[in-house]
């Protein structure tokens, strides 16, 4: 097995702007369509989820993909209608106090993902739930992206997180994951992906390349903690010095009297 290495010459270094030109994509025919197919999913799985609080941390452009959910109390993070204008590597929430935190591609376009994901996770409380949306590297999508190592463009500028170590992070941070979806099985082409000739290609994509679509979206759920307080033996408060059966072995003429003798008067 291979060492990782000190100095990595070939990494991929992500510029500054990389959420606002993902932003943009999403808003090309081929970025609308790929919302699509997340809405799809998502119109799924959000009704099963019940609670009070929602977090959603994501593009600003495209907070109606989790209109479905029946919680009524959404936060959006840095975004035209929230509330907080926080930083998500730093929130300002209680931790083990929201139903359902909803990072939507936040994890492509963060420095520091594996943060990130603590933080998140940090603010869910017990039982609670976690949705990711992702791209997925292992895929046509991914293919394409090694082929395009050097493009400054988005999408391929983010990064492609496979859902597999993503899986290992959660079950560090005290997370089950319920379950993975995935869609999105065309080229990443809009001429290719709008094209009517090929809808057979995204058919049997999902019967045989199962969870090999161009995006993933992997639910978890917060484990809660079965550690039950050991209580402390209570103490007698009149404990005998010597035990009963010791103290009738030894002889009354022997024992010390702790009493003042009386002296008489003279």
């Given at each position: 097995?291979?060492?990782?290495?000190?100095?990595?010459?070939?990494?991929?270094?992500?510029?500054?702007?990389?959420?606002?030109?993902?932003?943009?994509?999403?808003?090309?025919?081929?970025?609308?369509?790929?919302?699509?197919?997340?809405?799809?999913?998502?119109?799924?799985?959000?009704?099963?989820?019940?609670?009070?609080?929602?977090?959603?941390?994501g593009l600003n452009s495209l907070t109606n993909i989790i209109e479905e959910s029946p919680i009524k109390h959404k936060v959006f993070l840095n975004c035209q209608n929230s509330r907080i204008?926080?930083?998500?590597?730093?929130?300002?929430?209680?931790?083990?106090?929201?139903?359902?935190?909803?990072?939507?591609?936040?994890?492509?376009?963060?420095?520091?993902?594996?943060?990130?994901?603590?933080?998140?996770?940090?603010?869910?409380?017990?039982?609670?739930?976690?949705?990711?949306?992702?791209?997925?590297?292992?895929?046509l999508w991914g293919l394409w992206r090694a082929f395009l190592f050097r493009s400054k463009s988005a999408p391929w500028t983010s990064r492609f997180i496979s859902p597999y170590r993503l899986?290992?992070?959660?079950?560090?941070?005290?997370?089950?994951?319920?379950?993975?979806?995935?869609?999105?099985?065309?080229?990443?082409?809009?001429?290719?992906?709008?094209?009517?000739?090929?809808?057979?290609?995204?058919?049997?994509?999902?019967?045989?390349?199962?969870?090999?679509?161009?995006?993933?979206?992997?639910?978890?759920?917060?484990?809660?903690?079965?550690?039950?307080?050991?209580?402390?033996?209570?103490?007698?408060?009149?404990?005998?010095?010597?035990?009963?059966?010791?103290?009738?072995?030894?002889?009354?003429?022997?024992?010390?009297?702790?009493?003042?003798?009386?002296?008489?008067?003279?």
């Open positions: 097995m291979a060492l990782p290495r000190l100095i990595k010459t070939l990494g991929r270094s992500q510029p500054e702007n990389v959420k606002e030109s993902l932003s943009d994509w999403f808003d090309s025919p081929l970025g609308e369509l790929f919302i699509e197919k997340q809405k799809g999913i998502l119109e799924k799985v959000l009704p099963r989820i019940f609670g009070y609080h929602l977090i959603y941390s204008n926080s930083d998500i590597h730093q929130l300002p929430i209680q931790s083990d106090s929201t139903d359902l935190v909803v990072l939507h591609h936040s994890l492509d376009f963060e420095r520091d993902p594996f943060q990130v994901l603590r933080e998140a996770t940090r603010v869910v409380l017990p039982n609670g739930n976690m949705l990711i949306i992702g791209f997925n590297p292992w895929s899986s290992e992070w959660l079950d560090i941070l005290g997370f089950d994951v319920v379950g993975c979806e995935s869609a999105f099985y065309m080229p990443p082409s809009a001429g290719l992906a709008t094209s009517s000739s090929l809808g057979w290609l995204d058919y049997l994509g999902s019967v045989w390349l199962n969870q090999r679509g161009g995006f993933y979206l992997l639910m978890a759920k917060k484990r809660v903690s079965c550690i039950t307080p050991i209580r402390l033996r209570e103490t007698r408060k009149n404990k005998a010095i010597l035990p009963v059966a010791a103290a009738s072995k030894i002889p009354a003429g022997s024992r010390r009297s702790n009493t003042i003798p009386f002296k008489k008067p003279d």
